[in-house]
């Protein structure tokens, strides 16, 4: 199986910041690599897929890149929405597997 | 606009087999492309994919769970259900029911995501 690890585990941040997650594979994915935004109490949300490509309907300052084995997402200009965790998925070979989440919480 | 709904029992005991359904609309597994999948969330774990069918009925699992998950199509091309055997306490989350959506690669191959997701069912084992 490939094992997806992210970093942080979770972080602090204020409204108005820039933060970035990172996802590294345990080999080399190319780009099947997707994130997903999860809030407490929600069903998780699809943020990116294909590492970088914005799914529709979500707000321009997320975006993602990445190839191989290691890929980040960025949130620029934190809105009090987008607290909440974050995981990464690979699609590229079966079993499909999740990272470990990192949580985005209020500094 | 697609959306999925679970159902099924909230609270089973340990040895019993979990049965979940998904209804879902915006979509039918009769169309080509199309799958639906189950992912779960132990409570302050990580998320963990559980199983795919396809419209094809061609059906994925978690190599961990094969031996005890069963994914089918239901009464319908709008239903589709997953059985798990032998339940545990270790099998308590949230089960989500999930849209399949696929992209192509560098290399000209289906890569799957999940959109929508359902909102959820926990389902607590406990005697």
């Known amino acids: 199986d490939i094992q997806m690890t992210q970093s942080p585990s979770s972080l602090s941040a204020s409204v108005g910041d820039t933060v970035t997650i990172t996802c590294r594979a345990s080999q080399s994915i190319s780009t099947s690599l997707n994130w997903y935004q999860h809030s407490p109490g929600k069903a998780p949300n699809l943020l990116i897929y294909?590492?970088?490509r914005l799914q529709s309907g979500v707000p321009s300052r997320f975006s993602g890149s990445g190839s191989g084995t290691d890929f980040t997402l960025t949130i620029s200009s934190l809105q009090p929405e987008d607290f909440a965790t974050y995981y990464c998925q690979q699609s590229f070979s079966p079993p499909i597997t999740f990272g470990p989440g990192t949580k985005v919480d209020i500094k | 606009q697609i959306s999925l709904k679970e159902s099924g029992h909230t609270l089973v005991k340990p040895t019993q087999t979990l049965t979940l359904t998904c209804d879902f609309s915006?979509?039918?597994?009769?169309?080509?492309?199309?799958?639906v999948g189950w992912i779960r969330q132990p409570p302050g774990k990580a998320l963990e994919w559980l199983a795919l069918?396809?419209?094809?009925?061609?059906?994925r699992y978690s190599p961990s769970l094969q031996s005890r998950l069963t994914i089918t199509k239901g009464t319908s091309d709008n239903q589709v259900v997953l059985k798990m055997t032998n339940m545990d306490p270790v099998d308590t989350a949230t089960y989500y029911c999930?849209?399949?959506?696929?992209?192509?690669?560098?290399?000209?191959?289906?890569?799957?995501?999940?959109?929508?997701w359902g909102q959820g069912i926990l389902v607590t084992v406990s005697s």
């Open positions: 069918i396809y419209w094809d009925d061609d059906k």
């Open positions: 294909s590492a970088s």
């Open positions: 915006g979509f039918s597994l009769g169309t080509n492309s199309e799958g």
């Open positions: 999930v849209h399949r959506r696929y992209f192509y690669d560098n290399f000209g191959r289906a890569r799957d995501f999940f959109d929508p």
